[in-house]
C-alpha cells in the first residue's frame, strides 16, 4: 500500500527554526509537494522537489532524499503566523497526489 | 471570478437528499479535483478529471459523481447523503497532476 507519515503535532517558538519530516512509501514517485493550510481555510501551495537537494524560498526550505523515501520541510525565524498545518504529498507512478495527514505546527511567543 | 470558487460555503443536509456541490475555476486548468477533509485523515481524493470530458475515480468514490462537461465547471453529486459524508469538502485544479493544485475555499457538509 501507499504511506505518506508525517509527525501529529509539533510546538516551537517564535524566532526558532523549525524542521517538519515526510516520509513515503508510494508506487513510484514524481514528485513531493508541501502545502500550508491555516485553520479553516484552503491549502496552500508552498513547493514541489522532484530532484534530490535543497530547495530554498525565503525563510522556506524543503529538501528531498529519493533513496530514503524522505522529505522535510525548513522553516526559519518562525513568526506567529506560520502557525498552521503543513502538508506533504507525493505524485505516484500513475500521477495521482498521495497526501499525509498534515503536521500540526504551532508556535509560541 | 478570480481563481477558483465553490458554493455554497455550507449546507445541513437530511440523510438521504440529494445534493450537488458546485465548482468552478477560470485559470483554464486541464485538471480538476474534489477532496474530503475529515480530521486526523488528511485529504482523502474523491473524484478528479485530467481534462473536459473525462473523469476518474480516487480513493473515495463510493456515494458520489462527478462530470466535467466543460474546462471550468466540475460539480460533485452526492446522490443519497448519509451521515458519514459529513466533511469538509475542497475543490481544487491544477494544469497537470505535476503542477501545484489551486484549492477552493470549501464546503462545509452536515448530514444529519
Known amino acids: 500500500g501507499q504511506n505518506i507519515d508525517q509527525p501529529t503535532e509539533m510546538t516551537a517558538t517564535e524566532g526558532a527554526i523549525v524542521q517538519i519530516n515526510c516520509t513515503y512509501q508510494?508506487?513510484?514517485?514524481?514528485?513531493l509537494f508541501w502545502y500550508q493550510q491555516h485553520a479553516g481555510e484552503a491549502p496552500t501551495f508552498l513547493s514541489y522537489?522532484?530532484l534530490d537537494g535543497l530547495e530554498e524560498k525565503g525563510r522556506f526550505s524543503s529538501f528531498l532524499s529519493r533513496s530514503k523515501g524522505y522529505s522535510y520541510l525548513l522553516l526559519k525565524e518562525l513568526q506567529m503566523k506560520d502557525s498552521a498545518s503543513y502538508l506533504c504529498?507525493?505524485?505516484?507512478?500513475?500521477?495521482?497526489?498521495?497526501w499525509g495527514a498534515g503536521t500540526k505546527l504551532i508556535i509560541k511567543p | 471570478i478570480a481563481g477558483i470558487t465553490q458554493a455554497p460555503t455550507s449546507q445541513i443536509l437530511a440523510a438521504g437528499r440529494r445534493m450537488t456541490l458546485r465548482c468552478t475555476q477560470d485559470?483554464?486548468?486541464?485538471?480538476m479535483y474534489w477532496y474530503r477533509q475529515d480530521l486526523g485523515l488528511g485529504l482523502r481524493l474523491i473524484h478528479y478529471?485530467?481534462?473536459?470530458?473525462?473523469?476518474g475515480k480516487g480513493e473515495v468514490p463510493d456515494g458520489y459523481s462527478v462530470s466535467r462537461a466543460n474546462t471550468d465547471d466540475f460539480p460533485l453529486t452526492l446522490a443519497s447523503a448519509v451521515p458519514s459524508q459529513t466533511s469538509v469538502y475542497f475543490c481544487?485544479?491544477?494544469?497537470?497532476?505535476?503542477?501545484?493544485?489551486?484549492f477552493g475555499p470549501g464546503t462545509r457538509l452536515t448530514v444529519l
Open positions: 504529498a507525493v505524485v505516484d507512478s500513475n500521477y495521482q497526489l498521495i
Open positions: 481544487a485544479s491544477s494544469d497537470s497532476a505535476m503542477d501545484e493544485q489551486f
Open positions: 485559470m483554464r486548468h486541464n485538471a
Open positions: 478529471s485530467n481534462t473536459a470530458g473525462t473523469t
Open positions: 508510494t508506487s513510484g514517485f514524481n514528485g
Open positions: 522537489n522532484v
